[in-house]
C-alpha cells in the first residue's frame, strides 16, 4: 500500500471539507444553532427532545435526520460503490448537491423546515460519495473521526511506533478545509445571511459540471459504471 495518494484525492478533499464547513456553519448561526453536515449533535437533540415530549423539535430533527440518510441512500444508488475511482458519476451527485442546496437559501430565508432538511440531504449525499481510496477511510462532512485517527497516530508517535503519514496527511488537509470553509461561512453569513449557501452551491455545481465533461471526455474502462 502506497503513501503517495494522487493530487485530485488531495485536492477533493480539502475542497469537500470546505464546502462542509460553510454550510455547517450557517446552520449553526441561522438555524437554531443545530449542526447541518453530521447528527451525533443531533441524535442527542433528537433524545433530549423525546424525554421533554417536544413534538415539534422531535418532528424536525427526525427530519433532519431522515435527510441525511436519504442523501446517503440516493448517492449509494447513482455511484453503487464505496471505493473512490476516476470514471464513476461524482459529478452528478455534486450538481444534486448544489441544487439542493440552492433551493435551501428561500426555504431557510422562509423558516420553512424544509430548508435544513435540503441542506441535510445535500451532505448526506456528499458524505457518501466520499468514503475509501486504497484503504484510507475519507470523510468530508464531519471531523470526528479525524481528530480520532489523528490522536491515534500522534500516540502512536510518542511510543515510537510506525505513523502512517497518508492517513495523518488527509486528517490535517480536511480539519484545515473544514475550519477555513467554516470561516469563510461565517465571514459570509455575516454579510449575506442565508445566501452564503449559493458559495458551497456555485462549488458544487462548477466542479460537478466540471468533473461530468472531463467523464465523458475520457475513456471509460469496463469496471466503471454506465
Not at 490535517?172 to 442565508?194: E, K, P, Q, S
Request: with cysteine.
Amino acid at each position: 500500500m502506497h503513501d503517495k495518494l494522487p493530487t485530485w484525492i488531495w485536492t477533493g478533499a480539502f475542497v469537500l471539507a470546505g464546502i462542509a464547513g460553510m454550510v455547517n456553519v450557517v446552520g449553526f448561526l441561522g438555524f437554531e444553532h443545530q449542526a447541518i453536515t453530521h447528527l451525533t449533535g443531533t441524535t442527542s437533540l433528537l433524545s433530549a427532545a423525546t424525554v421533554a415530549g417536544d413534538g415539534r423539535s422531535i418532528g424536525a430533527l427526525l427530519g433532519v435526520i431522515a435527510a441525511f440518510v436519504g442523501g446517503a441512500v440516493i448517492s449509494g444508488l447513482i455511484i453503487q460503490d464505496s471505493t473512490l475511482k476516476l470514471g464513476r458519476r461524482y459529478g452528478v451527485v455534486l450538481v444534486l448537491e448544489s441544487m439542493l442546496l440552492v433551493a435551501a437559501v428561500p426555504l431557510f430565508e422562509q423558516g420553512w423546515l424544509l430548508g435544513p432538511f435540503c441542506a441535510a440531504m445535500a451532505c448526506g449525499l456528499q458524505n457518501a460519495m466520499a468514503t475509501t481510496y486504497s484503504g484510507a477511510v475519507i470523510r468530508t462532512s464531519h471531523l470526528s473521526g479525524m481528530f480520532t485517527d489523528l490522536g491515534i497516530m500522534l500516540g502512536h508517535a510518542i511510543r515510537g511506533l510506525p505513523v502512517a503519514h497518508r492517513r495523518l496527511g488527509l486528517c490535517l488537509v480536511i480539519i484545515c478545509g473544514f475550519f477555513i470553509g467554516g470561516m469563510v461561512g461565517a465571514l459570509a453569513f455575516g454579510v449575506l445571511r442565508y445566501s452564503a449557501l449559493y458559495l458551497p452551491a456555485a462549488l458544487t455545481g462548477l466542479v460537478g459540471l466540471g468533473y461530468t465533461i472531463y467523464r465523458h471526455l475520457t475513456p471509460k474502462d469496463g469496471n466503471d459504471t454506465p
